[in-house]
């Protein structure tokens, strides 16, 4: 069996034993392993009170060149799917007795993915399974010599059959939401599109040659396609966004839009008139329908077509074919749950996970104490009766690991998850990729009919096709941070390192996934999840007013409330470790002569390795910026590394917000 380790994260792989496959270093115990990562990225020649980044993580992009590791986040996931991609091929020895068993499914989607013909992967091929509408082809599949039947296009329809595998997003967008105000409700919601516009008159031309368009049609076609897709978006712009609740046939009558058709051809169930729906932005969605009669029905349905193509050529590209990488990201991201409890079997089985959990939530613990304690001390001068309300929200707060519910044999519930979804072991690629999407974007609709799962019985699968970005993620409807099984992983996690690793990148992490309840839009939602106007007069304290001031004063930033979090999150984490309530073991540790506050800043840094500038958000800080802006708050910094007054993060005045 043919195994591709990642050299890069050869290192971090080294002694983590597998569970089938153990390789022995002579850098043998985690702590080792993750000084020895931290140590090789640093760069002497850089002054750490001038470019923190440059010296702890100059070296890192060089070191990992060969990889295409630009990130630890990148290394993680590479390690992450690496590992999966070891249990998928593990599969294929397996004599399966039980083909609906979710081992089954898996290799099925994985072995098509890897062994299916490229034709299977064809943007024709795709327009051939999904027509856009009954008995009607997609305009340039009509049979050379014959017209396009257009008097048979209806394009709310087409939007429906679109929506049944997962495209949610062109002309109009359809969700459930959990109601913002009762929070174990869902609610249906409509909204204006959120996609980049289109501007690439080469990229539709091009996608349109390919599905058979003419290269002489497809330049005009493409420009109008682009035409359609601005008038979209200039009606986006008129609107308020707010969710307003509203009846169904009120959002009829007013929009002129058949969405009691367009619902039921989603859901396979009708709708009373008296449904209520969440409408983000009315103006939007009572002008849609003029804007799309203005175009010939075969440039709308283009339009519909190049962006169905976009969203699964987005998935992944379409040459995947043997790529045993990129099959293992397909899977893993588009079958989730299955590769949640696949990982859980192979790498944190025997009492594993149960051990991790207690770990991270020993950590969590930690750090929630030093906020809580914070909020007693009361430094923005808050009424009782408002800090009582902070400290249930936090109390309430829950750390879940896993996107499995916790309160269920996680076996049982994939079975059940994915007993209705039917593929073949091999054959067809776009086929099996639509069956995939098609069963995951029920299993998502239908949740509407159901009380929001809650509390421990959570789970986690959402509208859009998550991208496994390794970082904990706050759901403020469920007042809940979750962390994937991605990041209990070195550098990141083991639970035999010391507490200084854990803390200052598990620990750092969630304090800053805990900050998103408590800035002030997160402040909104109390202990259970529901909005309301809870400290709606937060960003009117005083404190609150010139600790923003202060973090905008030297380094201006559109970002300042992550800013903010970031500051806070490096002092909480900081003052749970060193601070003089610690718990922590602060003795000079074995493994190195590096002082241990030193030790913890570098290990830190290493979470804001490599270039990310964020050229397409412009509004977002760097890693640099955000590294330079949280140490140049932290109050022991300059004298852990020796800075001189003048030094540009041993800033005089250090910001606080909390
Ligand atoms: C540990 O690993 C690093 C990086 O691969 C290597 O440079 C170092 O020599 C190793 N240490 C020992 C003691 O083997
Ligand atoms: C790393 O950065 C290079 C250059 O910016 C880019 O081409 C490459 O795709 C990036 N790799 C990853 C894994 O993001
Ligand atoms: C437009 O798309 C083409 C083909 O996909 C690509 O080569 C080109 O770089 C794109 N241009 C811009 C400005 O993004
Ligand atoms: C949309 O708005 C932009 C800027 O206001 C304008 O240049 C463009 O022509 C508009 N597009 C359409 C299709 O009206
Ligand atoms: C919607 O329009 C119909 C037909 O004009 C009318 O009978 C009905 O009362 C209207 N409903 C609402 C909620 O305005
Ligand atoms: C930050 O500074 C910029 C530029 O002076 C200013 O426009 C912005 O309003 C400031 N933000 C805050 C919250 O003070």
């Known amino acids: 069996m043919e195994r591709i380790v990642w050299t890069c994260c050869l290192l971090l792989l080294l002694g983590f034993a597998a569970g089938f496959r153990t390789i022995r270093s002579v850098n043998s115990t985690s702590d080792d392993r993750i000084l020895s990562y931290i140590k090789q990225h640093i760069d002497e020649s850089a002054d750490p009170c001038e470019d923190f980044q440059n010296y702890a993580t100059g070296k890192f992009l060089e070191v990992h060149q060969k990889e295409d590791c630009n990130s630890t986040q990148d290394s993680i996931r590479k390690k992450y799917n690496g590992k999966l991609q070891s249990v998928f091929n593990l599969l294929k020895d397996r004599v399966f007795i039980d083909e609906f068993s979710v081992e089954e499914k898996v290799w099925r989607y994985y072995n098509t993915c890897l062994t299916a013909p490229k034709s299977t992967r064809s943007a024709r091929h795709y327009l051939e399974l999904l027509p856009p509408g009954y008995n009607l082809p997609w305009p340039p599949l009509v049979p050379q010599g014959s017209q396009w039947p257009k008097q048979e296009f209806r394009w709310l329809e087409t939007l429906a059959i679109l929506r049944r595998f997962g495209e949610e997003n062109p002309l109009i967008i359809l969700d459930i939401q959990q109601n913002f105000w009762e929070s174990h409700k869902f609610s249906l919601r409509f909204n204006m599109p959120q996609l980049l516009k289109l501007d690439n008159v080469t990229e539709i031309q091009d996608l349109l040659i390919r599905t058979g368009v003419n290269s002489r049609r497809a330049a005009p076609l493409a420009r109008s396609i682009i035409q359609l897709d601005s008038d979209a978006h200039n009606l986006s712009k008129i609107g308020e966004r707010l969710a307003v609740t509203y009846i169904l046939e009120d959002v009829q009558n007013r929009t002129n839009l058949q969405l009691d058709k367009y619902l039921e051809m989603v859901f396979g169930r009708s709708f009373e008139p008296s449904t209520e729906v969440l409408v983000d932005n009315m103006e939007y969605l009572e002008g849609i329908n003029g804007v799309v009669s203005k175009y010939d029905s075969e440039v709308v349905a283009s339009y519909l077509m190049i962006q169905f193509l976009r969203f699964v050529f987005y998935l992944d590209d379409s040459d995947s074919e043997s790529d045993t990488a990129k099959c293992a990201a397909v899977v893993s991201s588009q079958m989730e749950l299955a590769s949640d409890l696949l990982y859980e079997n192979y790498y944190l089985g025997e009492g594993k996970l149960q051990k991790y959990t207690k770990e991270v939530q020993r950590i969590f613990e930690a750090v929630s104490q030093t906020f809580m304690a914070r909020l007693e001390k009361n430094r923005l001068h808050l009424t009782d009766g408002e800090v009582s309300y902070l400290q249930q929200k936090l109390l309430a707060m829950r750390l879940k690991v ?56 959570f789970y986690l699968l959402t509208g859009y096709m998550p ?56 402040l909104r939602y109390d202990s259970l999840g529901n909005l309301g106007d809870n400290l709606l007069s937060f960003k009117e304290k005083q404190g609150y007013i010139d600790g923003l001031a202060c973090l905008n004063f030297t380094t201006r930033s559109k970002d300042l409330l992550k800013r903010s979090a970031d500051v806070v999150s490096l002092g909480l984490v900081y003052d749970t470790f060193f601070g003089d309530n610690s718990k922590f073991n602060q003795d000079q540790p074995a493994f190195t002569e590096l002082p241990l506050k030193k030790l913890f800043l570098l290990s830190f840094a290493q979470m804001f390795a490599g270039n990310q500038e964020y050229k397409d958000f412009e509004e977002m800080d760097s890693d640099k910026l955000r590294l330079s802006e949280a140490l140049s708050n932290l109050p022991a910094f300059g004298e852990i590394f020796n800075c001189p007054d003048s030094a540009p993060l041993n800033r005089p005045k250090k910001c606080e917000i909390w």
């Open 402 to 457: 896993g996107k499995l519910p916790d309160n269920a044999n996680h076996r049982r519930f994939a079975t059940k998850f994915y007993e209705d979804l039917e593929l073949h072991p091999f054959g067809d690629f776009a086929e099996a990729r639509l069956n995939v999407l098609r069963h995951r974007t029920s299993q998502y609709l239908d949740q509407l009919d159901w009380a929001v799962p809650k509390g421990t019985d």
């Open 467 to 522: 991208e496994n970005d390794p970082k904990p993620v706050f759901f403020e409807l469920h007042n809940t941070i979750l962390l994937p099984y991605d990041m209990l992983q070195e550098p990141f996690f083991s639970p035999e390192t010391s507490d200084v690793f854990k803390m200052s990148q598990l620990g750092f992490s969630l304090a800053r996934s805990m900050m998103e309840s408590f800035w002030p839009f997160g």
